[in-house]
């Protein structure tokens, strides 16, 4: 498929992709087609073996300054609704593979939103994050509310939420809302090195993991504890699983296959 407002690179380095929200102009203003676009590459990077981490940015400006307003500004409830845009939020959230926020600039509304999606997050030091929707009318549509509360906790969540105030990279930091802050220049490569560290490891142990840690979140102790246990015991059916206790026993580096 070709893309109009994101560009894809498969091998950003080996088993590592990147998406790029590219719509520079409307600072990767978030429309219904660049939604799809992104929830299409990554249906396409999640079923291909030579991808093992994936990266979204956006470029040293805006990673995104949240859904396109001119596009939903003359909607009703009922568009809205027939339009159910969830769908593709859901699909991006199911991701199987790790996802690698590289952000700079302003990450707003749904723009912070898809950030909090991703499973980790690297910033630059302009980077600043905010749910402003309250200053035009609405409100947080896509986890906003819940995602942002459950990292950085009520009292903060309130304030971005009720007031639309940015924080800047460095509160963010100390918030848990982001992994690393580094100069602007180093931001997409610090991301790299990151998904390059995950993507040596075994990719279905890596998969397990993820879904086993976001299990944290949408399910009780007792069940997640139980979740999380099936998983570990069924790696021990993979070959990774062989081969990584098989080379620390024999003092060499692992080659995992995602077997
Ligand atoms: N939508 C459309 N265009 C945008 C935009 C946006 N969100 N943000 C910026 N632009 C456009 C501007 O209109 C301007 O276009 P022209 O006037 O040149 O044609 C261009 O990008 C440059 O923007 P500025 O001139 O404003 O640039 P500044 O540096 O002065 O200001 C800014 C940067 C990021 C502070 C400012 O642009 C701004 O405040 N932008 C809006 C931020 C915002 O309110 N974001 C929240 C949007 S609501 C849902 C999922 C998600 C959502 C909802 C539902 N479902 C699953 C149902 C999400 C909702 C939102 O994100």
Do not use: H, W
């Given at each position: 498929m070709s893309n109009q407002y994101i560009l894809v690179n498969p091998q950003i380095a080996p088993f590592v992709a990147h998406i790029q929200?590219?719509?520079?102009?409307?600072?990767?203003?978030?429309?219904?087609?660049?939604?799809?676009?992104?929830?299409?590459?990554l249906v396409e990077l999640d079923a291909d073996d030579s991808v093992r981490a994936i990266i979204i940015s956006g470029n040293e400006r805006v990673f995104a300054a949240g859904a396109d307003i001119k596009q939903m500004a003359g909607r009703n409830a009922i568009d809205m609704l027939k339009i159910d845009q969830f769908t593709t939020w859901d699909s991006i959230r199911k991701t199987k593979k790790p996802l690698i926020a590289a952000v700079s600039g302003f990450a707003l509304g749904g723009g912070?939103?898809?950030?909090?999606?991703?499973?980790?997050?690297?910033?630059?030091?302009?980077?600043?994050?905010?749910?402003?929707?309250?200053?035009?009318?609405?409100?947080?549509?896509?986890?906003?509310?819940?995602?942002?509360?459950?990292?950085?906790?009520?009292?903060?969540?309130m304030e971005m939420v009720l007031t639309g105030k940015f924080i800047g990279a460095q509160e963010a930091l100390n918030y848990g809302l982001v992994n690393k802050v580094v100069p602007v220049e180093f931001y997409l490569t610090e991301a790299v090195q990151l998904a390059q560290t995950i993507a040596e490891k075994s990719p279905i142990a890596v998969q397990m993991a993820k879904e086993s840690v976001l299990k944290a979140f949408?399910?009780?102790?007792?069940?997640?504890?139980?979740?999380?246990?099936?998983?570990?015991?069924?790696?021990?059916?993979t070959e990774d699983q062989k081969e990584g206790?098989?080379?620390?026993?024999?003092?060499?580096?692992?080659d995992f296959k995602g077997k």
């Open positions: 929200l590219n719509r520079p102009k409307e600072l990767n203003a978030l429309n219904l087609e660049l939604m799809l676009e992104i929830k299409q590459a912070c939103e898809l950030v909090m999606i991703c499973d980790m997050v690297i910033a630059s030091d302009t980077a600043q994050f905010g749910q402003p929707e309250i200053s035009i009318g609405v409100m947080p549509g896509a986890g906003g509310t819940q995602r942002l509360t459950r990292t950085v906790g009520k009292v903060k969540a949408e399910m009780p102790l007792q069940e997640a504890l139980f979740f999380e246990r099936k998983n570990f015991y069924m790696l021990f059916a206790m098989a080379a620390f026993v024999e003092k060499r580096k692992a």
